[in-house]
Structures are given as structure tokens and as C-alpha cells.
């Protein structure tokens, strides 16, 4: 199970953290990702984290803003968001899949409920 919390309202330039609290899986073989999805579009890739190795990939378009990391023991997934645009306005989701990273949604059997982060101007 993937409960996904931390979505709010903020101003762009803020700065907002989600968090994604897994269980059930097997987390040494696991990687764990970020997706967000806006209403009319396709769920898009934005970051994802190797649970063994901590290796990381991110979407070109939040580079140098976001940050994705784990907590071995609490057994959670964060993103840390910086300098945050309007455009990031979407329903983040976190999903797990077993082993290396995807970049398809189609690749991730583990999703969980999705979180509201909106960016106002």
C-alpha cells in the first residue's frame, strides 16, 4: 500500500514537501517514483528513487527544484519541492514498481491515491 499526503495551496517560489508512507512491499528490490497528472493530460514522470542504491532520476522540467529521497526506517518516499511554478499545479501521485526505474506509468503496479499541489501566480 502507497498513502501519498503533504498537497496544499502555496504561492509560486514556495517550497512544499510530499511524503508517500509504503508497505507490503519489498523494498530492497523496489523503486519508488513521483508522478503528477492535470486535468486533460497524461500522468508524467517527475522523479524516482532506487530503494537499494538511493540513485535518482528526475524530469528535465523540475531538475535543480526537486528533490526525491527515502527514509529507510520510517519506510517513506519524500519530494522535496522548491521553487515552485504554476505549472506544477497537478495531482502528485507516488508509485512503486520492482526493480530498476521506468519512466511509464504502465510500468508502476503500485500506486498510491494522489495528492492536490496547487501553485497560484
Known amino acids: 500500500q502507497l498513502q501519498a499526503s503533504g498537497g496544499g495551496l502555496v504561492q509560486a517560489g514556495d517550497s512544499l514537501r510530499l511524503s508517500c508512507a509504503a508497505s507490503g512491499l519489498t523494498f530492497s528490490s523496489v523503486t519508488m517514483a513521483w508522478f503528477r497528472q492535470t486535468p486533460g493530460k497524461e500522468r508524467e514522470f517527475v522523479a524516482a528513487?532506487?530503494?537499494?542504491?538511493?540513485?535518482?532520476n528526475y524530469a528535465d522540467s523540475v531538475k535543480g527544484r526537486f528533490t526525491i529521497s527515502r527514509d529507510s526506517v520510517k519506510n517513506t518516499v519524500a519530494l522535496q519541492m522548491n521553487s515552485l511554478k504554476p505549472e506544477d499545479t497537478a495531482v502528485y501521485y507516488c508509485?512503486?514498481?520492482?526493480?530498476?526505474?521506468?519512466?511509464?506509468?504502465?510500468?508502476?503496479?503500485?500506486w498510491g491515491q494522489g495528492t492536490l499541489v496547487t501553485v497560484s501566480s
Open positions: 508509485a512503486a514498481r520492482l526493480y530498476s526505474t521506468s519512466y511509464f506509468t504502465s510500468q508502476y503496479p503500485y
Open positions: 528513487i532506487s530503494w537499494r542504491s538511493g540513485y535518482t
